[in-house]
């Protein structure tokens, strides 16, 4: 590696993040240089990505875990440690100096979890289960690859992984309705992962008498009340999320919705999967 190479590149996966990605290039740009690969977002999120000088890449979506393998094989990145963000995601001054000195060690391991502080309508999240979350964002380049899921995918790291000490902002300033719709394709996402994993290749043994006459109440399908009202009290009892004032109420309220909508779909795709009214496959949906 020559002088000119930098330790670390940052990739920011995006779609329509024309509100905040200016922001986010210029606050990733004190890690080193930034790359952002668009989803071919119908906004400008591309020109003013580029006017805060990153540089800027187009590949058309699939799912989240093939989008951000495609950008660590195919994105011109030549440092020795990757760091990829998402466009609501802020490096702290702190962060930025540690990953720094990380990346200049030597004896550094392969990856790095970062703890991340939720800033949710203006406001700090403590409780609820969100905070400590630790999430594996930082390793040699080569050395990881996102695993195979369509939404909430996580980092395969081959070698091991320590903590950074320093946390990273996660800053939730999308409106309500961008929230819900960004879950009901989240939701959308997860019920077709969840039916995939329960299908493979075909119907399993122990569902085809379903298959045969149609699921009944309660046939292999999940009671939808009870996971939505669990994860509600989880997160704004049992984990305290109460303390985090009315914010922690929303949060607590929407993500148990997401459960709900989540649960809702994968029942109606399930049942047209048995009962053959749906030739739609799952993980279809894009970006």
């Known amino acids: 590696m020559n002088d000119q190479t930098p330790l670390i590149e940052v990739m920011i996966p995006t779609f329509n993040e024309e509100s905040q990605i200016q922001e986010a290039v210029e606050n990733a740009r004190h890690v080193g240089p930034v790359f952002i690969l668009d989803s071919l977002s119908k906004d400008k999120t591309r020109e003013f990505a580029a006017q805060a000088g990153a540089q800027v890449?187009?590949?058309?979506?699939?799912?989240?875990?093939?989008?951000?393998?495609?950008?660590?094989?195919?994105?011109?990145?030549?440092?020795?440690?990757?760091?990829?963000?998402?466009?609501d995601e802020r490096v702290t001054p702190a962060?930025?100096?540690?990953?720094?000195?990380?990346?200049?060690?030597?004896?550094?391991?392969s990856g790095y979890l970062i703890n991340q502080i939720v800033i949710f309508m203006g406001r700090r999240i403590r409780f609820g289960g969100i905070f400590p979350k630790r999430k594996l964002m930082f390793f040699r380049r080569g050395q990881a690859r996102f695993e195979d899921r369509t939404v909430h995918e996580g980092v395969v790291c081959h070698g091991k992984v320590g903590r950074c000490h320093a946390p990273m902002l996660h800053v939730r300033r999308e409106t309500v309705h961008e929230f819900i719709t960004k879950h009901i394709k989240f939701a959308d996402l997860e019920?077709?992962?969840?039916?995939?994993?329960?299908?493979?290749?075909?119907?399993?043994?122990r569902l085809r008498p379903?298959?045969?006459?149609?699921?009944?109440?309660?046939?292999?399908?999940?009671?939808?009340?009870?996971?939505p009202v669990m994860r509600f009290l989880d997160m704004f009892v049992l984990k305290l999320g109460f303390l985090d004032g009315r914010a922690g109420w929303h949060l607590a309220s929407l993500m148990a919705t997401y459960e709900y909508m989540t649960l809702l779909m994968y029942r109606e795709k399930m049942q047209k999967h048995l009962t053959g009214e749906s030739d739609r496959s799952p993980a279809s949906a894009g970006a």
């Open 57 to 87: 890449f187009e590949h058309p979506f699939e799912n989240f875990s093939k989008q951000k393998n495609w950008g660590l094989e195919n994105l011109p990145l030549k440092g020795k440690w990757v760091l990829v963000m998402d466009a």
């Open 191 to 205: 019920s077709d992962q969840s039916i995939r994993a329960q299908l493979g290749d075909g119907v399993p043994e």
């Open 95 to 109: 962060l930025a100096e540690e990953l720094n000195r990380i990346a200049a060690d030597p004896s550094a391991l």
């Open 210 to 227: 379903l298959a045969a006459r149609g699921p009944g109440p309660g046939d292999a399908l999940p009671k939808i009340p009870w996971r």
